[in-house]
């Protein structure tokens, strides 16, 4: 059993537990990489739970029960997307729906209770149905509120420990420990799945609520966990909140670059069909839409996209995170193979119309 309350580094506890007959050697715990880590989860959860709300929405299907924590003294509060959505209301879920076509469906009502208990009306300051990501804005008066300390979700590390703190089943402010088992997944149906895997322990009604790291630093928004699965969870970085939230906070949605073709990773198959080394990355291009900024540049079905503005790609969702991040009339130039041969087009991007 760990001690995780111990100044005992993590690789320290996995030797000590590899190396239990060797009791010199637990003595003095050595650092990971010139540091120790100091995990006591106690004081970070008393600390954090002050910034941890519950968020219940009603529409006319039924009501969604979440998670959400506070960003800014003005009252904005960062939660998930399809707790506002009306799409598909289920009570605590933790499962989000498809992307919508046209402008999605929001529930009638927001209420938000914070951890004194103290309820307040919500309205819906923004969201970003790309994302699943939601910003609440609660008018709490006079009073004082906790604010959330936003880590830096790149420079994760998967191993690290990560804390699970939201509203499951309607449990209030329940505390999880695991770790984190992967970064960059996607495969969602979200053009922009980025995800963080964990094994911390995320149920329906943890949507919406904090994923923190060693230091109490809020570093993913827990999201959605897999149905029948144990230990397969997943949290947005909280770096795609705060590349979004000032648009949120000033005109409520999300303006993104569009170049208007469809991409899929390059594997085997894919090496083996056009013969790439394999040194070579990039993305196929398997349809360039009419009259966009794709079409117009010259993107045709089978090109493989191997750089933007020098930039290499790896894969679609990193090529969708770049397009997206453009600002409308920007010009890029796309480095491609085609049949054998180098090319570099330059692209006016376009803006995404889709709300």
């Known amino acids: 059993m760990v001690a995780i309350t111990s100044a005992l580094s993590l690789s320290a506890r996995a030797e000590a537990t590899n190396r239990a007959g060797s009791a010199a050697a637990h003595e003095q715990p050595q650092a990971t990489q010139g540091k120790t880590v100091l995990?006591?989860?106690?004081?970070?959860?008393e600390r954090v739970n002050e910034v941890v709300v519950n968020v219940r929405s009603i529409s006319e299907g039924g009501e969604n029960l979440g998670s959400g924590f506070i960003i800014d003294q003005r009252g904005f509060i960062a939660t998930n997307f399809h707790l506002i959505s009306n799409a598909e209301p289920r009570r605590g879920s933790s499962q989000?729906?498809?992307?919508?076509?046209?402008?999605?469906?929001?529930?009638?009502?927001?209420t938000v209770t914070l951890h004194d208990g103290r309820q307040f009306p919500a309205s819906i300051k923004g969201y970003d149905e790309a994302t699943d990501i939601a910003l609440l804005e609660i008018v709490p008066g006079s009073t004082q509120l906790p604010v959330a300390d936003l880590g830096d979700s790149d420079s994760l590390r998967v191993g690290e420990w990560v804390i699970?703190?939201?509203?499951?089943?309607?449990?209030?402010?329940?505390?999880?420990?695991?770790?984190?088992?992967?970064?960059?997944?996607?495969?969602?149906?979200?053009?922009f799945d980025d995800f963080l895997q964990t094994d911390a322990a995320i149920n329906p009604g943890n949507s919406g609520g904090p994923l923190l790291n060693t230091q109490g630093k809020?570093?993913?928004?827990?999201?959605?966990?897999?149905?029948?699965?144990?230990?397969?969870?997943?949290?947005?970085?909280?770096?795609?909140?705060?590349?979004?939230?000032?648009?949120?906070?000033?005109?409520?949605?999300?303006?993104?670059?569009?170049?208007?073709?469809?991409?899929?990773d390059v594997d085997a198959d894919i090496r083996g069909l056009?013969?790439?080394?394999?040194?070579?990355?990039?993305?196929?291009?398997?349809?360039?839409?009419?009259?966009?900024?794709a079409s117009r540049a010259g993107l045709r079905k089978d090109d493989l996209i191997t750089t933007v503005d020098g930039q290499p790609?790896?894969?679609?969702?990193?090529?969708?995170?770049i397009i997206a991040a453009k600002?409308?009339?920007?010009?890029?130039?796309?480095?491609?193979?085609?049949?054998?041969?180098e090319y570099t087009l330059n692209a006016e991007i376009g803006e995404e119309t889709r709300k």
């Open 327 to 341: 600002l409308p009339n920007a010009k890029v130039a796309i480095k491609i193979l085609r049949e054998g041969r």
């Open 164 to 191: 699970a703190i939201g509203n499951p089943l309607g449990l209030d402010h329940t505390v999880t420990l695991g770790i984190v088992s992967a970064k960059g997944r996607s495969g969602f149906g979200g053009q």
């Open 96 to 110: 989000r729906g498809p992307e919508s076509k046209g402008p999605p469906k929001l529930v009638n009502s927001v």
């Open 218 to 264: 809020i570093v993913g928004i827990n999201t959605l966990v897999l149905e029948r699965t144990q230990g397969l969870s997943f949290s947005i970085p909280i770096n795609t909140l705060k590349s979004i939230l000032p648009q949120l906070i000033e005109r409520g949605r999300v303006t993104r670059g569009f170049l208007g073709v469809d991409t899929r």
């Open 274 to 293: 056009l013969k790439l080394g394999s040194d070579i990355r990039g993305v196929l291009v398997i349809r360039a839409e009419r009259s966009t900024p």
């Open 39 to 45: 995990l006591d989860v106690p004081a970070i959860a």
């Open 313 to 321: 790609i790896t894969s679609s969702v990193q090529f969708n995170r």
